[in-house]
């Protein structure tokens, strides 16, 4: 079994509304490891985006211990949270959010203006299929290649947690299984820990952890002995 990469101990996140404390999450306990493709399924305000914020230190709990690799990061200050999501946090998005006067291999390139060790463009374009579309335009891409250039933007800081929010959200069923491939390839080949936010519960058999959120806890959470292949999923 491999090492636990991250840990949950009872981690809360509230919010003060009116003379009222609302929790988004509370009493959340769990385990991912290393190289897991890990799904988190639930109906919308569950709490599904606070818990990725929270793996990806984009957030901070209100309550509980996140332990990644050992070291709990709610003991973090500003900076040092900030050099945990740059060294170990990739994020893709709905959306892809790219830089539109950049060319695709320009905005996989741009991380190596902002972070240090990061991996080769040029291979990172290369292991998501995009090798011919070096010098195309984000507008002059299809939705499936934009969300392949905002993997590989993602892959090229080398993150051990790549986290995904609705990442085929956007695309159709076909163009979507091949995203779900690769970031399946991801896991498996790379060792990289892919945690993907999702609505649809069809993808809980591509995953080997599925957390299930609702109503700001989590209500279950299930391991996968035999995933299927994403080129198998159907929706
Ligand atoms: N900054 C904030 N201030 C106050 N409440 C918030 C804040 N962020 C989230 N919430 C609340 O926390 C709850 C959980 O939100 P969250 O975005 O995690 O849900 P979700 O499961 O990702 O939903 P969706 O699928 O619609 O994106 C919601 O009720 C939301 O209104």
Avoid at 19 to 27: E, G, N, S, T, V
Avoid at 66 to 77: A, P, S
Avoid at 81 to 99: C, D, E, P, S
Avoid at 170 to 175: F, G, M, S
Wanted: charged residues 20%; negative net charge.
């Amino acid at each position: 079994m491999a090492e636990p990469i991250i840990e949950f101990k009872e981690v809360a996140k509230s919010y003060q509304r009116g003379d009222r404390i609302f929790y988004a999450l509370r009493h959340v306990n769990l385990t991912i490891h290393e190289g897991e493709m890990v799904v988190i399924l639930g109906p919308s305000g569950a709490g599904k985006s606070t818990l990725l914020n929270l793996l990806g230190g984009m957030d901070t709990a209100t309550e509980g211990s996140i332990i990644f690799e050992g070291v709990d990061i709610t003991k973090y200050n500003d900076n040092q949270l900030t050099q945990y999501r740059a060294k170990n946090v990739g994020v893709v998005f709905q959306f892809y959010n790219l830089i539109p006067t950049l060319t695709a291999y320009e905005n996989v390139a741009l991380m190596k203006e902002i972070e240090e060790n990061t991996l080769d463009p040029k291979k990172c374009m290369e292991a998501v299929g995009l090798g011919e579309h070096f010098h195309q335009f984000p507008a002059q891409m299809s939705g499936g290649e934009q969300q392949r250039t905002s993997i590989a933007r993602a892959l090229a800081k080398n993150p051990k947690l790549l986290l995904c929010d609705e990442p085929t959200g956007a695309l159709d069923t076909e163009t979507g299984r091949g995203v779900l491939e690769l970031l399946q390839k991801m896991s498996s080949e790379s060792r990289h820990t892919v945690i993907m936010v999702t609505h649809n519960s069809s993808f809980a058999d591509i995953a080997n952890k599925v957390i299930r959120v609702k109503n700001g806890t989590v209500e279950s959470i299930t391991i996968n002995q035999k995933p299927i292949n994403a080129n198998e999923v159907s929706w």
